[in-house]
């Protein structure tokens, strides 16, 4: 496993689960106040359906390890959705308390606990691989080593099948592994749960990139297409968009999942310079521009903005994070419209030059000001890894650059020895989307080779 | 603020709430701070030869994380020597006249007796209760419920009792028998002046099922023990009312699972005098007794009764046998839609646990086979929209629903379900229609059906 790799001392260390584990006298008693609704709606309002009363039920009897097969038996990354999972708007949003003006089970704490509790080394292995598989063992491979493609291979694996996914990076995991916002989960937690998987049987390889033509450290999709019995894309997104303005390109401007991948994996608290003391100014109003501010804030910024090209209620990102947030310093700057970095001499960061914006989000005229800063994080968007579907014939794209499926349900896309899910595919939405497309594509193709 | 002093047997006290003889009431230490707490009186930790205890003693039922929804105790009568408890005992009453202060008493032979009787009344106790209930330890020593399951013996003990006694005598009865109605008629013809019940129930509150062992566990093993608390207080409250509907029947201090005012209101209503508290002290003190003492006061003022005397016995002839109910009486449930926080907890407990009436969503549903009422269950029009819980909020076949409170008992929010009566002018018990011929005992099932 890449584990060992990560450096001890990293940056991302610095910054405490916000959410720690519960104690199990805490699991118990919040489990306890649960009401054990029928026909839930946090079960409707999961991705993956976790049937969560029933893994609620099975903490509060003591059963830990079959709460935890509860969860994996619908989501197989459920420790790491349990972490990153905006709860808030999901199952815990829609929590019968919640309406009650009371406060909502704690789902994604207790499905931490469970998931955490029962998968912890020297256990015995609460999921088990099938060995009388009655279909004939076929091979797949998966491209792209986040949690789509670990869903995938893993529900596979246990049903006997091989299942090999390919990193391009030199760690696995996908998004959980370099973007997460530490304080929900660390890179080397979501490489636990990548060696979690790979335990199930599933094997990954990394520093391998899919793409046009055979070599060291590359894989044609064509060799793919001859040597497994099916493919899986979940490839993600690709780089960090740029606004295309003058002074762009030079130090102290970086892409926002950039910078994250940076301070999670490589930077050490040596590092912590680059953002303490700095002025940090964010671009862009989604889930991952509020992430890199707090991040930033929590690091020990001096300042931290965030500028918008439009209001409050138009934000992508969630209440609760922005909430978050300013109680940690983060400052929102509305309706502003980046138009220039402005540099000294040297090169050197000084400010970034923005223009007011209207009601349609356009700039104004004569509305230009500078707001002085050090860092600047581009939060406004990823561009899409189109070169994946050339590498695989009858797998097309959308005029957005996602890679079309049929349906959710089965995330099987023009070519039908071809499944795909998670950004990809999406565009960009949570973890446990990707989980879910990876567990339906899983389940289609079970279905598929047992002739149903 | 009504008057909450009762007289009992002649025994005079501030207000119905005692201490039960039980851990609580162990020393002169303790009853004196009670009193000082507000307990009107206490019945001393049973006096008798002092026994030797055993580790651990305690067992506990918890209930979706409450604790305490019953106790088990293996622990015997008091463990301190008879003088040291006769002299707090003497210093309590010098300290707390107005303090009722009984002393719990448990013997063999009549000589003893007649030894301990004296040597408490020379102390200065306000009258003795002679524990024929304890169904563990003790009764293996041909005490305690071995004598309360004993209708002559418990007689005879209690004749004894009163040959020697001058103070009032109180019998204390044990659940653990077939019928309690006899225990107590006993108790009656023995001459005793009042009957407390119930004590704890014959009971194994649990077992380790790591070290496979039941609990309590002392060691490798463990015995049976008392049950009481808050899970005991339904079948206390049904012998107590059975016992109070007796003719000629003594007064009767009401024991098991009274933990606020409320508990000891249900006792009064259903024929209690006094009543007695343990494990609710056990587990949250003394201080409990300022709401009791309140709550009920509060509560007999609304009810318009300037005296507890007023309620004792109110709920007594509420009580009928199953034939002499009205037949014909008919309550729906209705759901507040508002209130709804659309769990469906009801759904659930209705198709699996009552009569299939409870549905969500707007289609009509097709009912059981076993239906009352046949064809389809009509959704009502419109359906309860935006309430909190929206379209999730149920609706209720009326039709179908037999009125028998499951959903409204299920329900987490206080007052969203309740059962409505729908007057139909009739009334018809199972009796009338056996005096008429319409209903046949015995033997009303047929070989074909």
């Known amino acids: 496993m890449t584990l060992e790799k990560l450096p001890e001392d990293r940056l991302e260390n610095e910054l405490a689960d916000k959410k720690p584990l519960y104690s199990e006298a805490e699991a118990k008693a919040e489990a306890d106040r649960c009401l054990y609704c029928s026909d839930a709606p946090c079960i409707k309002a999961c991705p993956t359906e976790i049937d969560i009363p029933t893994f609620i039920k099975k903490i509060a009897s003591g059963n830990v390890r079959g709460s935890a097969r509860t969860i994996f038996e619908q989501n197989l990354l459920g420790h790491s959705c349990a972490r990153v999972c905006p709860v808030e708007v999901l199952c815990q949003g829609d929590c019968v308390y919640t309406g009650w003006g009371r406060d909502p089970i704690q789902i994604g704490r207790l499905q931490r606990f469970a998931t955490e509790t029962a998968t912890r080394a020297g256990q015995a292995p609460v999921l088990a691989k099938k060995v009388d598989v009655a279909v004939a063992k076929k091979r797949v491979a998966c491209i792209g080593g986040g949690p789509a493609s670990l869903a995938f291979a893993g529900y596979l694996a246990l049903e006997g099948h091989e299942a090999v996914v390919f990193e391009k990076r030199g760690y696995a995991g996908g998004l959980n592994t370099t973007g997460i916002a530490p304080y929900k989960l660390h890179a080397h937690d979501a490489l636990h749960e990548v060696a979690w998987v790979e335990g199930l049987g599933v094997e990954v390889t990394t520093g391998v990139e899919v793409g046009a033509d055979d070599g060291p450290g590359r894989i044609s999709g064509k060799k793919l297409l001859e040597t497994y019995d099916a493919v899986f894309i979940g490839v993600g997104l690709g780089a960090d968009s740029k606004l295309g303005i003058p002074g762009e390109d030079g130090p102290g401007v970086y892409g926002a999942t950039e910078w994250i991948e940076r301070m999670k994996l490589e930077m050490t608290k040596a590092h912590r310079e680059e953002v303490a003391g700095k002025r940090v100014l964010v671009v862009g109003g989604g889930n991952t521009a509020i992430d890199v501010a707090r991040e930033c804030a929590l690091l020990g910024a001096a300042e931290v903005s965030m500028c918008y090209r439009r209001g409050v209620p138009e934000m992508s990102g969630y209440a609760h994070e922005m909430s978050g947030g300013r109680k940690e310093g983060v400052r929102l700057v509305g309706h502003v419209q980046p138009v220039a970095f402005v540099r000294d001499a040297g090169g050197k960061l000084t400010a970034l030059r923005v223009a007011k914006t209207d009601a349609n989000a356009k700039p104004i005229a004569g509305t230009e000001h500078e707001i002085p800063c050090d860092l600047v994080a581009l939060a406004i968007g990823q561009s899409k890894l189109s070169g994946i579907a050339a590498a695989l014939p009858g797998v097309e794209l959308d005029k957005r650059g996602c890679v079309v499926v049929a349906d959710t349900a089965t995330c099987v896309t023009g070519n039908p020895k071809v499944f795909a899910g998670g950004d990809c595919i999406n565009g960009g939405k949570e973890v446990v989307n990707a989980v879910a497309d990876g567990r339906n594509a899983a389940r289609a193709l079970l279905a598929r080779w047992a002739g149903k | ?449």
């Open chain 2, 1 to 449: 603020m009504a008057d909450l002093s009762i007289e009992f047997a002649g025994i005079k006290s501030p207000n119905p709430f005692w201490l039960a003889s039980a851990p609580p009431a162990n020393s002169g230490e303790q009853v004196m701070r009670a009193f000082d707490a507000g307990w009107g009186g206490a019945v001393w930790k049973t006096l008798g030869d002092p026994i030797m205890n055993v580790t651990s003693r305690f067992g506990g039922v918890d209930y979706d994380g409450r604790k305490l929804m019953g106790l088990n105790n293996i622990e015997l009568i008091t463990d301190r020597p008879l003088e040291t408890n006769l002299r707090e005992i003497r210093e309590v009453k010098k300290r707390y006249p107005k303090n009722v202060v009984i002393a719990s008493l448990m013997t063999e032979t009549k000589n003893d007796w007649k030894v301990l009787i004296r040597k408490c009344e020379d102390a200065g106790v306000d009258g003795l209760e002679l524990n024929f209930g304890c169904p563990h330890g003790m009764c293996e020593r041909g005490m305690g419920s071995s004598v309360g399951q004993e209708p002559k013996l418990l007689q005879e003990i209690t004749s004894w009792v009163k040959e020697f006694a001058k103070t009032p005598v109180l019998v204390k009865l044990t659940p653990n028998t077939g019928d309690i109605v006899e225990a107590g008629t006993a108790a009656v013809a023995g001459k005793a002046d009042g009957i407390a019940l119930i004590n704890t129930i014959k009971s194994i509150v649990g077992v380790d099922l790591d070290r496979l062992v039941p609990l309590p566990r002392v060691g490798k093993a463990s015995t049976n023990g008392g049950y009481c608390g808050p899970a005991v207080k339904p079948i206390a409250l049904h012998m107590v009312a059975a016992l109070a509907r007796e003719p000629g029947m003594i007064p009767i201090s009401g024991i098991g699972g009274i933990a606020t005012w409320r508990d000891a209101a249900e006792f009064i209503a259903l024929g209690a005098t006094s009543v007695q508290v343990c494990t609710a002290v056990m587990h949250y003190g003394y201080r409990i007794v300022r709401d009791m003492i309140d709550g009920l006061s509060e509560y007999l003022d609304a009810q318009g009764m300037k005296s507890v005397n007023e309620l004792r016995g109110r709920a007594v002839g509420g009580y009928q046998e199953w034939g002499d109910l009205d037949l014909s009486y008919k309550l729906v449930a209705s759901i507040d839609a508002k209130s709804c926080i659309g769990c469906q907890l009801c759904v659930t407990a209705c198709h699996d646990g009552a009569h299939q009436c409870i549905f969500t969503g707007a289609d009509d549903r097709p009912r059981p086979p076993h239906a009352h009422a046949h064809g389809p269950a009509k959704a009502p029009k419109p359906l309860p929209l935006g309430a909190i819980a929206g379209d999730r909020v149920p609706w209720i076949d009326e039709p179908e629903c037999v009125g028998c409170n499951l959903c409204q008992l299920v329900c987490p929010v206080p007052g969203c379900i309740s059962m409505v009566e729908v007057p139909n002018g009739k009334s018809e018990t199972w009796n009338d229609r056996v005096k008429q011929g319409r209903d046949k005992l015995p033997g009303g099932i047929h070989e074909d059906a």
